[in-house]
């Protein structure tokens, strides 16, 4: 390995490290508490280092619930392969909720922490470009649903956003723990039986 290789490559360890870091980080003491001296001494390096690589606090932050997409993104991957949109639509729905469960801490980084937004607002463009990508596959699986004459009457945004909202908000009750009001013996499979009873709904529209 040549020497600009090998300067390439320890930058991108040491790139990875400071996620690593500030994930860890963010995840004990939470985002506010978490400075980037804190990040520096995490890695011990110096604050300095980690201004070489990220702008502010927010940018490593939207960095880490990019990943998250990409992973999600993976997971999505399947989905071309179903012909048929309604049964498409299923399993998106199945996907995204076995992210979410499997990964909590990531998808609280991705969909309820405003940090990633914060940094997003502060870009000329304003655009939330993982989101847009994510919510668009659903919006164009919805849309194939409704030329298929599913969903007869509904609006695409509105119904696509719903169906969105929805599930989002099983899988955020869940990792905060507001499911917990329930009975004790639905506790643990609320989320996939409320999203069979969803589906249910779905078919009926």
């Known amino acids: 390995m040549g020497l600009v290789e090998r300067k ?14 500030a994930k860890k980080l963010f995840l004990e003491r939470g985002f506010e508490k978490t ?15 980690i201004y070489h690589y990220f702008k502010d606090k927010n940018e490593i932050f939207h960095a880490l619930h990019t990943e998250g997409f990409q992973e999600m993104g993976k997971r999505m991957g399947i989905l071309s392969a179903i012909v048929d949109p309604m049964s498409r639509l299923r399993a998106m729905g199945k996907i995204y909720i076995e992210f979410g469960l499997e990964n909590q801490d990531m998808y609280d980084l991705m969909f309820i922490i405003e940090a990633p937004i914060d940094h997003v607002e502060t870009r000329d463009d304003l ?25 007869q009457g509904h609006r695409l945004e509105a119904l696509s956003f719903m169906i969105w909202s929805t ?34 709904v779905l078919d009926k529209l």
């Open 8 to 21: 390439i490559r320890e930058k991108e360890e040491l790139k990875d490290s400071i996620l690593k870091a």
């Open 35 to 49: 400075s980037i001296r804190n990040i520096a001494d995490e890695i011990e390096y110096s604050p300095g280092i």
């Open 127 to 151: 655009c939330w470009s993982e989101g847009d990508s994510s919510f668009n596959q659903l919006r164009l699986t919805v849309k194939e649903c409704m030329q298929k004459g599913h969903f």
């Open 167 to 200: 599930v989002h908000g099983m899988v955020s009750l869940k990792i905060r723990k507001r499911v917990n009001i329930l009975e004790v013996s639905e506790v643990e499979n609320i989320v996939e039986n409320s999203y069979q009873s969803f589906l249910m």
